[in-house]
């Protein structure tokens, strides 16, 4: 009986290159459905081919991470984990995200948003930078609009641009409410109830063993919470320094049980409410 959603992973990255199909393999046996989610056309589109070439249980979300779309002002390259392409710019084209996202396993547009981590040097360069993010998250934001799905969030060093885009963008004359999910959260308690009061869920994962927000997962009720890996990345401390997968995602699980003084199987029970109802799954 299925009682897990990992609403956050990314099976379609090189580091699942050799034994993907066996880790997808364990993780449905052991009752886990999966959302793999692209970061650029490329993963987007491998996404969608596991999904396609997959039973019930694996899903896809597709978009242009903010990374990608502001890469023009930076010197950095891909996290090999991610892929075998240098770090370079895309443009956000969207009928070719479109033409993606008509597969029927496509339940999101994602992870979509914006990312000040890392920045270029000088005033005017930033300003550029930030603006740049700024037009591919709207143009994507559009794009889950028309085609009526929810999004996920990527968000690091910008929730308060992030929540200022997202509240203009319910505001008339579009009168169009945006749902998903914000990827990772690491924001404030303020932060989180802002983004639930707009209707959108906290994704929770194992970047909780490492950076502190016992706060929010305390103060937020279960029923604005989903669970993620984003594996290969953010593995739970219990696992040690092993490649993530979506089956640690019970450690996610275990440390939310315990902060809310609730059971394993009430947060199994009520995440996956919530990403079944988000995703229409």
């Known amino acids: 009986m299925l009682n897990i959603i990992d609403t956050h992973s990314h099976l379609n990255f090189h580091a699942f290159k050799e034994d993907g199909d066996l880790v997808m393999k364990k993780t449905l046996a052991n009752g886990i459905w999966m959302i793999n989610v692209g970061t650029k056309y490329e993963t987007s589109k491998k996404a969608v081919e596991i999904a396609d070439a997959s039973g019930e249980g694996v899903y896809s979300a597709i978009g242009l991470h903010p990374m990608f779309a502001g890469a023009e002002f930076l010197k950095i390259r891909t996290d090999p984990d991610e892929g075998e392409f240098l770090l370079k710019e895309q443009d956000f084209d969207k009928e070719k995200y479109r033409e993606l996202a008509q597969s029927k396993k496509v339940v999101a547009i994602g992870e979509i ?123 739970p401390t219990p696992e040690g320094d092993k490649r993530n997968e979506p089956i640690f995602i019970k450690h996610t699980l275990q440390k939310i049980a315990d902060l809310k003084g609730v059971t394993f199987d009430q947060v199994c029970e009520k995440t996956t409410q919530n990403a079944r109802k988000l995703f229409g799954i």
């Open 113 to 235: 948003g914006l990312d000040y981590y890392y920045k270029p040097k000088g005033v005017e360069k930033l300003k550029q930078f930030k603006e740049k993010q700024k037009q591919v998250f709207i143009q994507q934001l559009d794009l889950a609009r028309e085609l009526n799905l929810p999004v996920i969030l990527h968000c690091r060093m910008a929730h308060d641009d992030v929540i200022q885009i997202l509240s203009d963008y319910s505001l008339p004359p579009t009168n169009y409410k945006l749902r998903g999910v914000v990827h990772c959260f690491t924001g404030t308690l303020e932060q989180a109830q802002k983004y639930i009061a707009m209707g959108f869920y906290l994704g929770i994962n194992g970047i909780i063993f490492k950076f502190n927000i016992d706060e929010v997962i305390k103060s937020c009720g279960l029923e604005s919470l989903v669970v993620e890996t984003d594996c290969p990345y953010l593995t």
